[in-house]
């Protein structure tokens, strides 16, 4: 297994400009390091733009994930964290105003995506490759979102 190159442009995205080096629960610290990039790019941008870059990101996410693991040598290395980066957008998408909440998105976000609950299990153990490193964490992402707006609606 080889070291990943952060001056490598694909090596650097896929490991959430470098936060997925943290020694220690790189997922949740690539996580943590995906919300100001939100925060800066993402907070309040109009849906179908929003949708939009979650497509482009899963799509590009696809790509680099593959190549980088290839390069690695090995799946889904732990410090891959760009599918957490697109998760947890994903979790964030139309999420209510307040600190609160986004707060409440990074747990939701991060106890599917720990937990894998069916079919999120089961697509992480049989699907590969780059489309397998992200499909997880999308998939946690959308669980994710679904009970954030279900609170956000008996809330309200």
Do not use: N
């Not at 995906?34 to 309040?44: F, T, Y």
């Not at 497509?55 to 680099?64: E, N, Q, S, T, W």
């Not at 307040?98 to 939701?108: E, N, R, T």
């Amino acid at each position: 297994m080889s070291s990943p190159k952060l001056t490598h442009p694909f090596h650097w995205l896929a490991f959430g400009l470098g936060s997925g080096l943290a020694p220690k629960a790189p997922g949740t610290f690539g996580t943590l390091a995906a919300l100001p990039v939100w925060w800066l790019l993402l907070d309040g941008m109009p849906l179908l733009p929003y949708l939009g870059v979650l497509i482009a990101g899963l799509a590009f996410g696809v790509v680099i994930c593959d190549r980088t693991s290839e390069h690695l040598g090995v799946h889904d290395h732990g410090g891959i964290v760009w599918d957490e980066w697109i998760g947890m957008w994903i979790t964030l998408l139309l999420v209510p105003e307040g600190w609160l909440w986004v707060l409440y998105a990074f747990a939701l976000f991060r106890l599917f995506d720990i937990l894998k609950p069916w079919p999120i299990s089961w697509l992480d153990k049989r699907v590969k490759g780059g489309f397998g490193i992200m499909i997880d964490d999308v998939l946690a992402g959308v669980m994710a979102l679904l009970v954030l707006q279900g609170t956000a609606v008996l809330m309200a």
